[in-house]
């Protein structure tokens, strides 16, 4: 197909993950769950996000519901979980002891951030040790049946993203310890965080061999959330790479690219992207809430799709402030293939539906370098 021919949008979406020629960059303007419409201005703010996206005319990436595929099956191990008042306690349950993990809502993100943690002493992980190696999934026709539903809404204006884990350390970081206590138990009881980083490993690759003999998905992604901010380079060496590479292998056995949601400082770890198994790295965020620009992301890592290029604070600004700064990054880069522009992180409800439609037609109008 030439580059004057109109492709859908998932025609669009799915050439720009394979580096091939478009007929005009990809937009995605990030839309999580349902917090977008609700903060809105008549009409919108009626309307579900699939409505507003197809009323800006952009292209649409969208994740299908928790679980995917496949579901989860426990063996000698359990899991309590009940709300106390606006918050989540998890109880992890094991013949050695049980801890907990409590989390908050947050409303406008639509997402739970743990408050207590469930690792703090060498016990802990000894008992999420147990845990995991009492975990296994298998197949649940009852969930891919809420996943096809979310394929056919999106149909030809997309692609869908189905959610299939996240590395042990970066797990253990957000959910386990805690930004703070994590590197501090990383070495004060090595030998036992790696026999957990061990079961959950196993645990992973098994849930992943379940869900691409399965998933109606187009694109596998790990949610790492991965940020220099959190984890040390060394870090990143040590044990994302090795599981990352297990990962890619089944994944990319299945024909589906090995793609990482990544939303954070990466600037000290394109080179080990570049280096590694990664084809696309989705919320590829832009100074001042991530450090990377496109062409940082190009020129270290030329094979790797960036989905992204932006930031919130951006999308706080006008129209013609919006569009300056993504001309001019575009105009940096030596091509724009392998490229979706997006918001990189969830988009800001500070930027209306009217500000998006102006952007997308600039968008749609750009005319790319291939």
Not at 50 to 55: L, M
Not at 325 to 335: G, R, V
Request: charged share 25%; aromatic share 8%; hydrophobic share 40%.
């Amino acid at each position: 197909m030439n580059s004057t021919s109109k492709m859908s949008s998932r025609e669009r979406l799915l050439a720009a993950i394979e580096f091939e020629e478009i007929d005009h960059l990809p937009f995605w303007p990030k839309f999580y769950g349902n917090s977008y419409p609700p903060s809105q201005q008549a009409p919108f703010n009626t309307m579900d996000k699939y409505e507003i996206y197809r009323w800006i005319g952009c292209d649409i990436i969208e994740w299908v519901p928790m679980g995917g595929c496949v579901s989860q099956v426990k063996k000698d191990v359990d899991l309590e979980i009940k709300m106390i008042e606006e918050e989540m306690e998890i109880t992890f349950i094991t013949s050695a002891g049980s801890t907990k993990l409590r989390m908050a809502y947050d409303a406008p993100s639509q997402s739970w951030h743990p408050i207590i943690h469930p690792i703090k002493t060498l016990e802990d992980i000894k008992i999420m040790t147990d845990f995991f190696n009492g975990l296994r999934y298998e197949f649940s026709a009852k969930n891919l049946e809420k996943t096809q539903e979310v394929i056919d809404i999106v149909g030809d204006d997309g692609i869908t993203m189905e959610a299939v884990g996240e590395s042990p350390l970066m797990a253990f970081v957000e959910y386990g310890a805690g930004i703070a206590q994590a590197p501090l138990i990383l070495m004060d009881h090595e030998e036992a965080m790696d026999e957990l980083f061990d079961a959950m490993q196993r645990m992973y690759l098994q849930k992943l061999e379940v869900t691409v003999e399965h998933s109606a998905a187009d694109v596998l992604i790990f949610v790492e959330n991965t940020s220099t901010t959190m984890i040390s380079p060394t870090q990143y060496r040590r044990y994302c790479v090795p599981h990352f590479e297990q990962y890619a292998e089944i994944i990319k056995g299945a024909g589906k690219p090995f793609t990482v949601h990544m939303c954070g400082h990466l600037k000290a770890l394109l080179g080990d992207l570049d280096a590694g198994p990664v084809d696309i790295v989705e919320a590829f965020t832009s100074p001042t809430i991530g450090n990377t620009s496109l062409l940082d992301g190009r020129e270290a890592c030329p094979d790797i799709c960036l989905m992204g290029g932006t930031n919130a604070t951006l999308w706080m600004q006008s129209p013609d402030e919006i569009i300056e700064q993504i001309d001019k990054d575009l105009a940096e880069l030596p091509h724009h293939r392998g490229l979706v522009l997006s918001s990189a992180g969830v988009m800001t409800p500070l930027c209306t539906p009217e500000t998006l439609k102006t952007v997308n037609q600039w968008i749609d109008d750009y005319e790319p370098r291939l």
